[in-house]
T-cell receptor
Framework: GAGVSQSPSNKVTEKGKDVELRCDPI?????LYWYRQSLGQGLEFLIY????????KSGLPSDRFSAERTGGSVSTLTIQRTQQEDSAVYLC????????????FGPGTRLTVL | GQNIDQPTEMTATEGAIVQINCTYQ??????LFWYQQHAGEAPTFLSY????GLEEKGRFSSFLSRSKGYSYLLLKELQMKDSASYLC??????????FGQGTELSVKP
C-alpha cells in the first residue's frame, strides 16, 4: 500500500505566524511519531501517538508546539507564533502497533521561517 | 545521557567495502536500528539488531555488541547510489528512538 505522506512538502512563513503540518500514516498503523531534523543535526523526537492519545509528548520543545490525531489516522502538528529557530524538516513516521515495531518515515515538510 | 556517536562523514570507492561505526550508552538499551537517508528524502529502514552478532541482508550487514555499546553497518560492493546519510538509532526501554547525527557517505568512482 501507500507509504506515509506529508503535506505540504515545503512551507515558507513569516516569523510570528502559525503553521499546520499534516501527516497521513500508512493505513492500519496505530502508532504515529513526529520528529524534527535541523541542518546538521540528528532526528529529534517530538511526540508519539498511540491511536488518538499521545502518551509521550516529552519532545515538544515549547508550548508553541502542539499536535493532535483524530480517527486514529491523520495527525496535525501545529506551531504557533513561529520563530526562526523552528526552521527544520519535520518528519512523520508510523508503525504497526507501537514502539516495538519498525518505524516508516514520510518525506517530510521543510519549514522555513523568515 | 543517551549519546550516540558516529563519524560525521566517510568517503569510499565504488566496488569497495565500508564500515560505519556507532557507539551508544548501554543502560536501558532495547535495540539498535540503522536507517539510510538520501538528500531531501525520508529515512528508510535498513536493519535492526537486538541480540549480539551479525545480521546479513544482501550487500548490507549490521553488527551489535551489547556489552560494548557498539554497532557497525557494513556495506559491500559499494555503488554510487549508496551515497547517502546513514543514521544509527538506539531504542530505549520505553521504546523511544534516539538518533545519532548520521554519517554522510560519499562513494567515488
Amino acid at each position: 500500500g501507500a507509504g506515509v505522506s506529508q503535506s505540504p512538502s515545503n512551507k515558507v512563513t513569516e516569523k510570528g505566524k502559525d503553521v499546520e503540518l499534516r501527516c497521513d500514516p500508512i493505513s492500519g498503523h496505530t502508532a504515529l511519531y513526529w520528529y524534527r531534523q535541523s541542518l546538521g543535526q540528528g532526528l529529534e523526537f517530538l511526540i508519539y501517538f498511540q491511536g488518538n492519545s499521545a502518551p509521550d509528548k516529552s519532545g515538544l520543545p515549547s508550548d508553541r508546539f502542539s499536535a493532535e490525531r483524530t480517527g486514529g489516522s491523520v495527525s496535525t502538528l501545529t506551531i504557533q507564533r513561529t520563530q526562526q529557530e523552528d526552521s527544520a524538516v519535520y518528519l512523520c513516521a508510523s508503525s504497526l502497533y507501537g514502539f516495538q515495531d519498525t518505524q516508516y518515515f514520510g518525506p517530510g515538510t521543510r519549514l522555513t521561517v523568515l | 545521557g543517551q549519546n550516540i556517536d558516529q563519524p560525521t562523514e566517510m568517503t569510499a570507492t565504488e566496488g569497495a567495502i565500508v564500515q560505519i561505526n556507532c557507539t551508544y550508552q548501554t543502560s536501558g538499551f532495547n535495540g539498535l536500528f540503522w536507517y539510510q537517508q538520501h538528500a531531501g528524502e525520508a529515512p528508510t529502514f535498513l536493519s535492526y539488531n537486538v541480540l549480539d552478532g551479525l545480521e546479513e541482508k544482501g550487500r548490507f550487514s549490521s553488527f551489535l555488541s551489547r556489552s560494548k555499546g557498539y554497532s557497525y553497518l557494513l556495506l559491500k560492493e559499494l555503488q554510487m547510489k549508496d551515497s547517502a546519510s546513514y543514521l544509527c538509532a538506539r531504542r530505549n526501554q520505553g521504546g523511544k528512538l534516539i538518533f545519532g547525527q548520521g554519517t554522510e557517505l560519499s562513494v567515488k568512482p
